[in-house]
């Protein structure tokens, strides 16, 4: 090598990975850890680039290294194992050309690498399209059998369904309307899936009446399903206990098919102008009864806080709950804050139609109370827009929420 290649390669030797991640512009830093796609193989946070550690690895390659040079040939194809690679890597490092043009790939290793790089990238984008149509088949096999339950459940006729409608008046003090049973349907015999059995198959744990709540969009087109499983026997939420095989209580509510950016329609008209939304079917119909189940106003459930308030911007720190790690030693605690994320996909969260000029929302005030402000505080700003009012309604201080305020009201 010559001195001048040499104090080029030297040269080159001495940039650091984050002047190198910084040139290579499809990645953003997160404090000292740089991610983003692969040049060959995609995927959003492919990269991992510690600048403190000063290491990097790419998962989808499998490829890694300790320096800038490692980076710009993974980057750019440069095959370091032989001259013409090593010195192409240093020059993308550096920005020029290999000085005298001594040693530089030919136009035949060149075209032979640019090759190389294209085929790869080909085979991934290949790869993409597949993965992509697996998972687009997978969402609409679950959206499908979800329709099959819903519309497979039995619509409540007037006279009919009373197990579940005990059930709600149980939950939530008030006889439920007929209209409520426009949507909320009910199967006698709702089978429980969990796990599976020893032949490998889907195991059914359980059989009893369940509540089947439709999710919709909001042209009123079903994409997914909600069950809550009812025992009027067990106090205080009537629904049964239901025990994995290590006696382990499992949830007696599930969704199924879409669910995300969807809604429960409980009562009313998408197309009212006031609009009241609660995390649980129980509590927005408990709302609905408190207010003599207004006919000017749309009853709906989000089926979850997480859908109601949609993603947060960041995590803050809890300022007194904290938790215990593996070792013993105490850990804050960080809950999902009060603003929304900037960028979010509308279809990840609740939404609502441009006609609505009155929203209220329905806080639970059985949940954490921090994370619990910080996701009505989210909903709040998510889904606010000109000329509409949006207002949280929280529960009386310790009544817990209105569905359980409202029980009381039956009991008392
Ligand atoms: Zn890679």
Redesign the pocket.
């Known amino acids: 090598m010559t001195e001048l290649i040499e104090a080029f390669v030297e040269e080159a030797r001495a940039v650091s990975l984050a002047v190198a991640a910084v040139q290579f512009s499809r990645m953003a830093a997160r404090g000292a850890e740089w991610t983003g796609a ?4 995609g995927g959003k946070d ?2 991992a680039v510690n600048v403190v550690k000063g290491v990097w690895n ?4 499998g ?1 890694g290294g300790h320096d800038a040079i490692s980076l710009a040939a ?1 980057e750019c194809g440069f095959d370091l194992s032989c001259r013409s690679g090593f010195l192409g890597a240093c020059a993308e490092v550096l920005g020029r050309p290999v000085p005298d043009g001594a040693g530089e790939e030919s136009e035949a290793e060149r075209a032979a690498r640019e090759a190389r790089l294209a085929k790869a990238r080909a085979e991934a984008e290949e790869r993409a399209a597949l993965a992509d149509k697996r998972k687009q088949y997978f969402r609409e096999r679950a959206m499908h059998k979800a329709r099959g339950i819903y519309f497979g459940a039995a619509l409540v006729m007037p006279g009919e369904g009373l197990e579940l409608r005990e059930y709600l008046r149980l939950r939530t003090g008030h006889d439920m309307p007929e209209a409520v049973f426009e949507s909320i349907r009910c199967d006698l015999r709702h089978t429980y899936w969990h796990g599976v059995d020893p032949f490998g198959r889907p195991a059914h744990i359980y059989t009893g009446t369940a509540m089947i709540a439709p999710f919709i969009d909001l042209t009123g087109k079903v994409y997914g399903c909600h069950e809550t499983w009812i025992d009027l026997e067990v106090e205080p939420k009537r629904r049964p206990v239901i025990l994995d095989e290590d006696g382990v209580s499992l949830p007696t509510k599930k969704m199924q098919g879409l669910h995300k950016g969807m809604l429960i329609p409980v009562l009313g008209d998408l197309r009212c102008c006031r609009w009241v939304v609660a995390e649980g079917i129980e509590n927005v119909a408990a709302v609905a009864g408190l207010e003599r189940f207004r006919d000017d106003t749309f009853y709906c459930a989000a089926g979850s806080l997480g859908n109601l308030a949609g993603p947060a911007a960041s995590k803050e720190k809890h300022p007194s709950e904290k938790r215990i790690d593996k070792r013993g030693f105490e850990r804050p605690v960080f809950v999902d804050g009060p603003l929304p994320k900037a960028d979010a996909d509308p279809a990840s969260a609740f939404q609502v139609p441009d006609h609505v000029d009155d929203l209220v929302l329905i806080a639970d005030g059985d949940s954490e109370r921090l994370m619990t402000a910080f996701a009505m505080k989210r909903a709040e700003l998510r889904l606010s827009a000109p000329g509409r009012v949006v207002t949280t309604d929280w529960p009386p201080q310790g009544a817990g929420d209105f569905s359980e305020l409202c029980m009381e009201l039956v009991d008392g």
């Open positions: 692969c040049p060959v193989m492919a990269y790419c998962r989808k390659c490829a993974h």
